[in-house]
């Protein structure tokens, strides 16, 4: 005979398994199922880009990726696993940060001098100042200003405007003096990724806006014409619609799910980019 169910123990266990989900989550891996952004927190592909496929292959490629803290982040294991997603389809990933040559200075405009002066350097950099063997060179060059970068002040003027530096204005002319660098060196792919958003606390509705702008030139029009340059947005990634961080940390530095958001999206835009550029190509198969 089936013994009567007391409700008041099926509520009690009714809370405590609800209680239990969390950590039954996080214990079978659940929550991995939260790193793919939705349909709306996705971010288009460039119009230059979207005839060429995002399938992954597997690839025998250098690549550097000047950067700072955010950069450190994005690259490590422990949060944003950019650096173990690139080796598994064959990169061999490099990198210079704070405290190496061309690792330091990393504003938007401080990207020509350095380019101009340091190319050679550039190229054949393995980590930090220690470089590649002789007759190896980086054919992916992926370069970064970080999250200060996005305080701009105003649209500013066509020309350039020294009193006024962190204006819409003043950094189109900055990228766009990098393209006559690049196109020097036709068989190296360079990929410029978007500065993160600021968190809401850190930057008002104007700059924002202004942000917003600045990227979307930046990754839909600035590399359109040249098939060795390509832009990743950062940016969009991680920003809320009015422009602000949507994966804040105590400050401005996006959080471990955002930068596994950047890494979802960053693989099959890097081998669109490829594609294009030639490292990659269109008819080859995916493996691996």
């Not at 950099?125 to 370069?143: A, C, P, S, Y």
Request: proline content about 8%; hydrophobic content about 40%; glycine content about 6%.
């Amino acid at each position: 005979m089936l013994e009567k169910a007391d409700p008041r123990k099926a509520s009690f266990l009714f809370r405590s398994s609800f209680l239990l989900l969390p950590l039954l989550a996080a214990a079978c891996g659940a929550g991995d199922a939260d790193l793919e952004p939705s349909r709306s927190e996705g971010i288009p592909t460039p119009p230059y880009l979207a005839k060429f496929s995002p399938e992954p292959v597997k690839v025998d490629l250098d690549l550097l990726f000047i950067h700072h803290s955010c950069g450190s982040n994005w690259l490590a294991d422990w949060n944003g696993g950019l650096a173990k997603a690139l080796e598994r389809w064959g990169f061999r990933v490099h990198d210079a940060t704070y405290g190496s040559k061309i690792g330091e200075k990393t504003d938007v405009i401080h990207w020509v001098p350095k380019f101009q002066t340091m190319m050679d350097r550039i190229l054949r950099t393995k980590k930090q100042d220690e470089l590649l063997e002789k007759g190896r060179i980086n054919k992916v060059v992926m370069f970064k200003s970080c999250f200060p970068n996005s305080a701009l002040h105003k649209p500013g003027k066509t020309e350039w405007d020294p009193m006024g530096i962190m204006t819409v204005a003043n950094y189109k002319l900055a990228y766009n003096a990098l393209l006559p660098i690049f196109r020097k060196h036709p068989d190296v792919l360079f990929i410029a990724v978007t500065a993160p958003p600021l968190r809401k606390e850190d930057t008002n509705p104007e700059s924002a806006a202004l942000a917003k702008e600045f990227n979307r030139w930046l990754v839909n029009e600035w590399p359109a014409k040249d098939r060795n340059v390509a832009t990743f947005d950062f940016f969009g990634v991680l920003s809320t619609e009015k422009g602000w961080l949507r994966y804040p940390t105590e400050d401005s530095h996006p959080n471990k799910l955002g930068n596994r958001r950047a890494t979802k999206a960053f693989i099959p835009f890097l081998f669109r980019a490829l594609r294009r550029a030639g490292l990659v190509k269109e008819e080859e198969p995916r493996r691996g």
